[in-house]
Every structure is written in structure tokens, then in C-alpha cells.
């Protein structure tokens, strides 16, 4: 069954700092896609990034990139030069392809940034 | 382009009552998904319909349903209200979940239901 898990409950890094969210994912489809997803305390979901299952380079967007370790199921969100903007609920979510569109969602790691 | 658009944005209900909940997703866009988001649960993902039919439905009782129209917009209703029923509901629309790059979700706003 699939399943999701981020062991950070919440994080604090300073201001142009780097971070990195921790996210492990289990399934037993072959083909799947990874996402992550900021949530501000207005409840929207906002799309950062996306890795498939078969990309062979890990994915960047920006200040975000994925570290993807696929042996280990590992997928970890890393944002370079932290800005304050970027406190907020953060999500890893999995898709297998035979799920259609259905998507897991991880408990969420709660980002502070500190000035 | 307009992004996923729900409506009402909050909703006071009384249990037992039924509430409708509606989703317009971005144009061009075939399936729509939904999610229950509690502070206790997370994120729970409640039904998915492409071309107005359900293709994959979560763990939740009959109470929820949902509907998918012609122009893809869609609605989803929970009937018999109950106080567990109060949480942020999410709409996500993407262009094609079968596609190669198994197509990114984009969330609306949400609907806060309070359920007295």
C-alpha cells in the first residue's frame, strides 16, 4: 500500500539559510510520480516541484530541488536561501501511475523561518 | 489562465443538514480530485472523476458523494451532516493523470466547513 512519511514534524532555519525536508515513500508500483506541496496558513496548496519515477536526474524549480534517492525511497525537498515567505506547512505527496489521480499525502513538516 | 476555483470559501452547517460543494477546475482540465484535510487525519483524498465518471474513490462512508459535469466542473456533497465532517475541503483539477509526466494536481483555495 502506498504511504508517506516525513519524520520532521516542524523545522526552523535562519533567514538565506539552506534546509532540507525529510521524505520517505513506500510502493510497489514501478511507476510513480513525487511532489511537494507548500501550504500557507491560508490553506491553499501551492505546487513546488515534481519527480518521476524514471527520471534519471534529480529535479530542480527554482530555490527548490528534490534529492532523489530511489533505492531508498527517499525523496527530499531541499529550498536554498531561505526567505521568510517560505514558512508554511510543506507536503510530500505520491502518485502511482495505476492510482490515476490519486494522490497520498505525507503529515507535513511545519517550516519556520527565522529573521 | 484562472486557477481551480471552489465555492463557497466557508460554510457553517448544522449536523444532519447536507451540504453541496462546487469546483471549477482550470480550463482544459478533465480530472478533478478531491481531499478532506483535518488536523487530526491530514489530508485524506475522497474521490476522482475524469470525464464525469469516478475512476478512484477513497475510505470515506456513503454520506460523501460527488458528481463530475460535461464541462468538468464538479461538485461534491456530504448528506447527514456530522461534527467530525468539519474541515478544509480541496478540489485539484490536472490535465491529464494517465499522461507521461503523471500530471501535476493544482489545488484550489478550499472550502472550510464548520459543522455545529
Known amino acids: 500500500a502506498q504511504k508517506i512519511t516525513q519524520t520532521q514534524p516542524g523545522m526552523f532555519v535562519q533567514e538565506k539559510e539552506a534546509v532540507t525536508l525529510d521524505c520517505t515513500y513506500d510502493t510497489s508500483d514501478p511507476s510513480y510520480g513525487l511532489f511537494w506541496y507548500k501550504q500557507p496558513s491560508s490553506g491553499e496548496m501551492i505546487f513546488l516541484i515534481y519527480?518521476?519515477?524514471?527520471?534519471?536526474q534529480n529535479a530542480t524549480e527554482g530555490r527548490y530541488s528534490l534529492n532523489f534517492q530511489k533505492a531508498r525511497k527517499s525523496a527530499n525537498l531541499v529550498i536554498s536561501a531561505s526567505q521568510l515567505g517560505d514558512s508554511a506547512m510543506y507536503f510530500c505527496a505520491m502518485k502511482e501511475k495505476t492510482s490515476y489521480d490519486k494522490v497520498i499525502f505525507g503529515p507535513g513538516t511545519s517550516l519556520s523561518v527565522i529573521p | 489562465k484562472a486557477g481551480v476555483t471552489q465555492t463557497p470559501r466557508y460554510l457553517i452547517k448544522t449536523r444532519g443538514q447536507q451540504v453541496t460543494l462546487s469546483c471549477s477546475p482550470i480550463?482544459?482540465?478533465?480530472?478533478v480530485s478531491w481531499y478532506q484535510q483535518t488536523p487530526g487525519q491530514g489530508l485524506q483524498f475522497l474521490f476522482e472523476y475524469f470525464s464525469e465518471t469516478q475512476r478512484n474513490k477513497g475510505n470515506f462512508p456513503g454520506r460523501f458523494s460527488g458528481r463530475q459535469f460535461s464541462n468538468s466542473r464538479s461538485e461534491m456533497n456530504v448528506s447527514t451532516l456530522e461534527l467530525g465532517d468539519s474541515a478544509l475541503y480541496l478540489c485539484?483539477?490536472?490535465?491529464?493523470?494517465?499522461?507521461?509526466?503523471?500530471?501535476?494536481?493544482?489545488f484550489g483555495p478550499g472550502t472550510r466547513l464548520l459543522v455545529l
Open positions: 519527480q518521476g519515477s524514471y527520471d534519471q
Open positions: 480550463s482544459g482540465h478533465r480530472s
Open positions: 485539484a483539477s490536472s490535465l491529464d493523470p494517465t499522461g507521461q509526466r503523471g500530471e501535476t494536481q493544482y
